[in-house]
Nanobody, 121 residues
Framework: QVQLVESGGGLVQAGGSLRLSCAASGRTFSYAMGWFRQGLGKEREFVAA????????YYSTSVKGRFTISRDNAKNTVYLQMNSLKPDDTAVYYCAAGQPDNYVRGLYTYWGQGTQVTVSS
């Protein structure tokens, strides 16, 4: 059983930065990792994903160039560096792990509880 715990969320002004962390416990060997978010009253949406090796990264159009996903397998941790934050980035951010057939559209098996990111104008 894999457990994921997100941290690093908070309140930041537009243009600021935050770094989210997702600490994993249990076996995560060969698992891809992803970040998703869900704003109030909105559907969950894909943000970023990274292959197990870290060699492949994927981003939604809305965050590409501003966010960077990375992972440290030795620490069983994945990160999301968020720069130039906008009010539209306000959401609960969820970490996910699994072996999806598609990093963006595929199904992830394990999910964290989420961390709130609020960007003020």
């Amino acid at each position: 059983q894999v457990q994921l715990v997100e941290s690093g969320g908070g309140l930041v002004q537009a243009g600021g930065s935050l770094r989210l962390s997702c600490a994993a416990s249990g076996r995560t060997f060969s698992y891809a990792m992803g970040w998703f978010r869900q704003g109030l009253g909105k559907e969950r949406e894909f943000v970023a994903a990274i292959s197990w090796s870290g060699g492949g990264t994927y981003y939604s159009t809305s965050v590409k160039g501003r966010f960077t996903i990375s992972r440290d397998n030795a620490k069983n941790t994945v990160y999301l560096q968020m720069n130039s934050l906008k009010p539209d980035d306000t959401a609960v951010y969820y970490c996910a792990a699994g072996q999806p057939d598609n990093y963006v559209r595929g199904l992830y098996t394990y999910w964290g509880q989420g961390t709130q990111v609020t960007v003020s104008s």
